[in-house]
């Protein structure tokens, strides 16, 4: 019931601060006698990893993730799977100045005002650092529900960089294109635009955000509740909840309330039915693959933006503790100038994670034979 | 954990199909010897009724609440409260041709794909009068909500319609500017032509979608969690959740991301941080009163779109429950060209839900004192 | 999260005081295409309803059971199921002197230390009527549970009154043996006695406690889970949930606890592995069917202890509001000298409730092929 | 949703297999600026560990805790507490011979049979070893309830062993006395049989179960729920989670069930309303100091039944996992013949963990004033 939990049947619990021992995830409700590769979970969390190229934080974590429990011989006994990454290179030396600082649009005056107490380095659980455990639990549970629904695809990508918008066709795009450049956007020509506008920023000492796209394809129909529990709402608040977010959209979006109902209405055809194809069952794609809160089996399109990262080089006007201004001459610590290339991972982990839950939620659901 | 309730210390459970023999709410949780005005809760659900002008749906239902449980002279015993709604004016008939067939962008083939089977009339819990429940339990939680926290409000309206954008401010808007023309619009001049943009939907046999905005003013800092509970992740489960959605954003939104950090932070000022005035710790508000998952004590803003709705008279192209191909000419049964106008009490509802329930939460997590 | 409702998967929430509008439930959770028979859910009501005979309260409702939600034509449509029952026959003049005095052992005092307010008549939330919504649950799960897992039988007995105990085999007693008498005690002799008894004690203006047995047979093996959700765990939590009890046993209970291991122990034996003979795979069942939280296919045996009921005819020594010390003179209201007979409904209830939410949980966490 | 997590506001999560990497425990909703001393945490663990004494289980673990989240300078953050420890003296070689065999009155068969594979070596989740998470918990939880409640105390007992039965008075009894035996029974008479009785055990092959006994002083009224979450029903289920129990009482128990009501009541008396002198309200205390499922300040009884541990020295009869008869000549690993002693730690344990989170729940629901 407190917040740090995640999901109903394949229920996540992440812990630990950004400077503390170690950050990680208990996974409850795993199924039993499941193959998992944690040298999958090892790459899933090397791709969120900082460090990995000039883009993106400079902090460099070996990210290295220990399996406590339920796990035996790579096969889950259907008991919980605690998984752990150590932090190693943690410099709490750099936030020594910030201790009494409230950084604009950071957690810090916020935390305070919650829980009258924060970690003293760092973002504690604020930081992006606290994504790990959902990233190593959406790889355990992508593995298995890649097995209980073969075919399943879920890609995101950086679809804009601050002014700069990219051209992607959710139906076509795959990871390996948007892994071929550093920025994680398909679209090479946008990303170079994109990449430059990143290094223009770092080079300011100021950041960009952005629009991550993402798709589901190959989900079946039925997934999903008609009233609170609708597959768009628990993505939404999945996807909210990642840090930095601003805005979330599912099919036409925004961009749908100007348009028309006989414009925006998908008229059902013959075909697609089967929830297999990714084209799905009507010939325009306007709800993004859900209708009155549950898939209909064609692709489910988001969009989640992202403000620009708060921690940058330039001065700013905040204030103390004790209320006093003060001139903040630059955000101490290591953080990226755009966030949008890490955050691919976090927004395909947290969408795994709401269609694992929601499909062993059906299946129980749908045992009971109709009957008289 | 089925997908019929909604909050964890006031938690409340609705139930009924829109042409079945009532809809209702249970809400368990409620405080104990709060003095409950039911006439207000008769208000809040004329608000969202049907038939209240010529721009909204032409259903009839006198939707009186009656209370079974949980009042006693008017005040709270601490035990659930039941509040129901007879379903009166129901026509099953107008429903009878559409039995087997799947009308474009509604719930029809989506219902029958997770469950094997649908209510034979009406939208089932699909329906937007499955919000009444929502509604009336929110007239509840905000009785009890202003004695906890005095001088708060939530304020929505509907900011855009079609291609019409309204020119409204967060900081000054009152229910009373909202509520003093038919479409719910505060903005007089963009009202008339929206009144106009849905008439004309109608008489077309179209419709029209649009924007809702919302503000919460007088929100204490410290609301909110940092991690899956964000105060703008539950909000955008919540929100998201209504009927038609397709869109969510808090603050900057998507606007946001086109600018860079040093635009969008927002600088801490001396005052403001009594977190009841409205005007908050900053300088400016991008975050939209939320800084890591938490409030800080600035007005809360908030965008919703709504898609134009499903239901039109125009002929469309779908199929039948066979698959086969075939044209609706208009979809029979009562609807609104725009559910805006009556959508606007069931954003505020949510709103207030999310809100008392993470009021409780945080008495109850900040309960103990600091200790050695 | 509050108190008011029970189970995971297949979710019930009451609500109702027993001098107030109604009684009822909501259950959410409930699997699609269900035919459900209202007729037996009134007989479940019936069977627990007062009035029925000399031996039980003499308060007359008709309780009849009205479906406000997620039926039609007898079938589910995997909505929430509201039941409700009216309040016909409440005399609050009953407790008008009441309202001042703390009745021994009933929950007047605590139910004002928790909730500063109490219903000024009846029971209120603590009354044995709110148990109609619990039983009218049951009386829908065990229609589902029957078809899922065909063959198995929930039968609970009054298995001692005050100082008398029947003598009754869990593995062949029958509903109808339980129902051929008014104590709802199989073995015919000590019935008779037991009617005596209670008859003695209406006489004296007293009142008599005893303990309900109940056993599950045809129950397949794998139900409950190793740690805190433990089958035994859920099972005490469910019955200890009922009004006026104090203890709980499974299998050799308190008795088993004078034994050695060596005589504790159920030796495994080649057949019986199947889980719906009854017998289940070990050559005695001092487990209880239930090992290392989980059932084992064998028989589910428990003992429910319920103390005399707290309201009596006789004078006793208590207080008022103000602490004063007073004489009551006998407990007005109608009430029953021995709650067990009514109580035996409510028991089986309750294991109903507990076994389709494990059945449920187990599908879900069943359902993921083994995979590599 | 999944059963390794426990409690409501304050709740936990654990993890780990008996033979695997660690054991642990995340605990969420840790009210903030608590101060933890590990060393209390590590000096719990020591009272449950194995290897103390002659009496219990010789398996020689450090168990030296270590805390990886929620805490910064022994104060607490408002995040979550994960806290291990790992395994170090597992010998799964032990286990070899078990492997395809069944033991008796263990969960190999019911693991088996839910998950479909079980821990090659040790009792995986249902080891006591688990227990380890639970009582780590319970010394955050009892560290910061002390705070809220001076002077509540929960102390648990060893009340019979076998057919012998122990003389205590759960209004005097103390920790110092319990703990100044090996057996954990505070009447040394007792103890001094109980202890020769386990020696007899074990020098026999053999086991013995007995009963634990707990009591509750200086629990204010109010805590507990009429419905569901009745405090009796929470600690029933809490304390029946625990492995090998067989029965609950509270207050009067099954002895209450031969009394008649003008003997079970317990009168009220003018003092004793305050909540926090442990004689509480009443004359007598048959209710065990809670009436309709909420406390009443006086002292909360309660009683738990122990099976004999089912690992024994002795040949049984069993089959092996292909049903076939074999002769189990001793089960291999190292046992307790009794484990009464351990348990006290683990059943105080999880009565401080129903006792804070019904406390936090009361706290969020008394909030509101009263209010017109």
């Known amino acids: 019931m407190p917040g740090n ?10 812990f630990g601060e950004s400077h503390g021992g170690a950050v990680g995830v208990v996974i409850d409700g795993v199924p039993p006698r499941q193959a ?16 990995q190229g000039k883009l993106v934080s400079r902090r460099d974590e070996a990210d290295r993730v220990e399996c406590l ?6 096969m889950t006994l259907g008991t919980p799977v605690c998984l752990i990454v150590r932090n190693q290179d943690a410099r709490p030396g750099d936030y020594e100045s910030l201790r009494d600082v409230y950084r604009p649009s950071h957690a810090d005056y ?10 003293a380095s760092g973002g504690g659980r604020a930081s992006a650092r606290e994504t790990i455990g959902r990233v190593a639990a959406a790889a355990v549970a992508s593995q298995i529900f890649g097995r209980l629904v073969p075919g399943v695809e879920v890609i995101a990508w950086v679809d804009s960089v601050h002014q700069l918008r990219a051209n992607v066709d959710p139906m076509t795009v795959t990871t390996k294109s948007v892994d071929q450049n550093e920025v994680r956007c398909p679209d090479a020509m946008a990303a170079k635009s994109m990449a430059q ?6 080079a300011d000492g100021d950041s960009v955000g952005g629009v991550i796209g993402c798709v589901v394809r190959g989900l079946p129909a039925g997934l999903g509740d008609p009233v609170f529990d609708k597959l768009e709402a628990d993505l939404a608040k999945a996807l909210m ?19 028309k109902g006989s414009e925006h209405n998908d008229a059902f055809v013959s075909g697609g039915f089967d929830g297999r194809g990714g084209a799905g069952p009507t010939a325009s794609n306007r709800s993004g693959g859900i209708q009155g809160g549950i898939s209909n089996g064609a692709a489910v399109t988001m969009r989640l933006a992202f403000k620009p990262v708060a921690s940058i080089g330039k001065s700013q006007h905040t204030v103390t503790k004790d209320k006093k201004p003060v001139v903040l001459s630059g955000v101490p610590g290591r953080h990226d100038p755009c966030v949008l290339p890490r955050a691919v991972p976090m927004v395909e982990s947290m969408v795994w994670l709401v269609l694992i839950d929601h ?7 749908q045992s009971a034979p109709a009957g008289v």
């Open 36 to 51: 998992i590769d944690l040298d999958v979970v090892q790459q899933w969390l090397d791709r969120r990893r900082p460090g």
């Open 110 to 119: 916020t935390t305070e005002a919650k829980f009258g107490i924060r970690a």
């Open 359 to 365: 499909y062993l939620l059906n299946i129980a659901l």
């Open 69 to 74: 429990s339920g796990l035996q011989d790579g």
């Open 5 to 14: 939990s995640f999901g109903k049947l394949f229920r996540i619990t992440t």
């Open 197 to 202: 506008a990143i290094e223009a920023a770092r």
């Open 241 to 259: 909840s990642l840090p930095a977010t601003k805005g979330f959209e599912v099919g036409s979006g925004f961009g749908g309330t100007r348009m």
